[in-house]
């Protein structure tokens, strides 16, 4: 017997192909993360066909429902900031006497990681459209009527804390500059235009 046997990797059949599957998932997620737009395109297509699954079945509220409190939670968490301005340990300066130095906003929640988790719960929600153990028997306006309520409440309460800290979420880009790249001036550098 050898000491320290400690092998590592998977030993059966079972443990290499969960190995090679995770392996595989792992390499195209990683592939996706430039691709925004077709991602969450691909997002709401799933989203459409959770939506066409309970109008044909005209079941599972309860399972949309559920899921649509977890996106409303994720979609939070993607706006609040990664550091509570409530707490009083040393954060971001809010104003410009505070601190010179610029910090971007930062995420609780990135968007790679938001998009996976609402595409995962999505394609978890249509699999458990086809086990009746889900289709609990509920009156589905009174559930609609909670959401909303609960949504406008939770949105209320998420923007007055954006105004009252002084932060905007959303960013539509970096500013783009007249003469980006191009140097003016005697010596030119790499970037310039010639005219010979």
Same mark, same amino acid.
């Given at each position: 017997?050898?000491?320290? *046997? #400690?092998?590592?990797? %998977? ?16 390499? /195209?997620? #990683? ?44 979609? !939070?968490?993607?706006? @609040? %900031?990664?550091? #509570?301005?409530?707490?009083? @340990? %040393? ?9 010179? &130095? ?8 990135? &968007?790679?990681?938001? /998009? ?8 978890? *929600? ?6 009746? $153990? ?5 009156? /589905?306006?009174?559930?609609? =009527? ?6 406008? =409440?939770?949105?209320?309460?998420? !923007? ?7 932060? $905007?979420?959303? @960013? ?10 191009? &140097? ?10 010639? *005219?010979?």
């Amino acid at each position: 017997m050898m000491e320290g *046997s #400690d092998h590592e990797g %998977p030993s059966t059949g079972s443990e290499i192909t969960t190995s090679n599957l995770k392996r595989a998932v792992q390499y /195209w997620l #990683d592939k996706s993360t430039i691709h925004v737009v077709p991602r969450w395109i691909g997002f709401v297509i799933f989203l459409l066909l959770f939506s066409l699954r309970i109008y044909m079945v005209q079941g599972y509220f309860i399972v949309a429902y559920g899921l649509g409190i977890f996106l409303l939670n994720n979609f !939070i968490a993607f706006l @609040s %900031p990664l550091e #509570d301005p409530n707490d009083d @340990s %040393p954060g971001l300066p809010s104003t410009a006497s505070e601190g010179k &130095e610029f910090r971007p906003f930062a995420r609780r929640l990135p &968007e790679f990681k938001f /998009w996976l988790a609402c595409a995962r719960g999505t394609i978890s *929600s249509i699999f458990m459209t086809f086990f009746p $153990v889900f289709d609990i028997p509920v009156f /589905w306006p009174i559930l609609l =009527m909670y959401f909303f309520i609960l949504f406008f =409440m939770t949105m209320k309460r998420q !923007i007055m804390h954006m105004y009252k800290h002084r932060y $905007v979420p959303i @960013s539509f880009g970096k500013a783009k500059y007249k003469d980006a790249g191009v &140097e003016q001036g005697m010596y030119g550098g790499g970037m310039s235009k010639r *005219s010979n």
